[in-house]
């Protein structure tokens, strides 16, 4: 069975400050890990993923995060934040490429002030 | 343009009220999926399909119906909603399964039962 822990419903930070986003994952399968951005009234834009290889995934609007499997966590950061990442983010986690769900931690919620 | 399209994109209908909400890709995807979003509990997988005519349960299918007549079409069925179905629903599909490919998400349908 898979679950994620996403620490903190809402995170607030000021413009141009970092901003870190938690996740934490249970699998008994290596993970292929997640990252969605989803702005008010829309749909869900992927952000990053995690398969194989790098465990430092770089992913749009300068985000990026980092898969530890020591401590079952993959972070989302990026250095400055911006008025517009204002949004909810999840994370989520699936056993491998013929997977069948999408496990989704329950979100975080971004707001960025001026 | 590779898009999930889904419909209605927000509805009110009373309890009891049979409805359907469509699902169409236009990517020729095996793997289609539907999850709801409620506040709190993250998206939660309603029910998926790995191919046509083959469909399973998710994590929240009591209450719903699907079918999986045609690849591009995957249409949710709430034979007699209820109050507690009230939820944004989103429609996905991927080429094969939720790891390594692209997972395309809909807009989303906004349902409220009353």
């Known amino acids: 069975a898979q679950s994620v822990t996403q620490l903190g419903s809402h995170v607030s930070v000021s413009e141009g400050a970092l901003v870190l986003l938690r996740c934490n994952y249970s699998?008994?399968?290596?993970?292929?890990l997640f990252w969605y951005v989803q702005y008010p009234n829309q749909g869900l834009q992927l952000l990053l993923k995690?398969?194989?290889?790098?465990?430092l995934v770089k992913g749009i609007n300068g985000f990026e995060a980092e898969f530890k499997k020591s401590e079952t966590s993959f972070h989302l950061t990026k250095p400055s934040a911006h008025m517009s990442d204002a949004a909810e983010y999840f994370c989520?986690?699936?056993?491998?490429?013929?997977?069948?769900?999408?496990?989704f931690g329950k979100g975080t919620t971004l707001s960025v002030s001026s | 343009e590779a898009q999930v399209t889904q419909n209605p994109r927000y509805l009110i209908t009373v309890t009891g009220k049979k409805l359907t909400v469509t699902c169409s890709q236009n990517?020729?995807?095996?793997?289609m999926s539907w999850y709801r979003q409620d506040p709190g509990l993250g998206l939660r997988q309603i029910y998926y399909?790995?191919?046509?005519?083959?469909?399973d349960k998710g994590d929240v299918p009591e209450g719903y119906k699907v079918s999986r007549k045609e690849k591009r079409n995957f249409p949710l069925i709430l034979e007699s909603p209820s109050p507690n179905q009230t939820s944004l629903y989103f429609c996905?599909?991927?080429?094969?399964?939720?790891?390594?490919?692209?997972?395309?998400f809909g807009e989303g349908s906004w349902l409220t039962v009353v």
């Open positions: 699998s008994s399968v290596p993970p292929y």
């Open positions: 990517m020729n995807h095996e793997y």
């Open positions: 995690y398969t194989t290889g790098a465990t």
């Open positions: 399909s790995m191919n046509v005519e083959v469909t």
């Open positions: 996905a599909s991927s080429r094969t399964g939720t790891g390594g490919n692209t997972i395309y």
């Open positions: 989520a986690v699936t056993a491998n490429q013929a997977g069948t769900a999408l496990i």
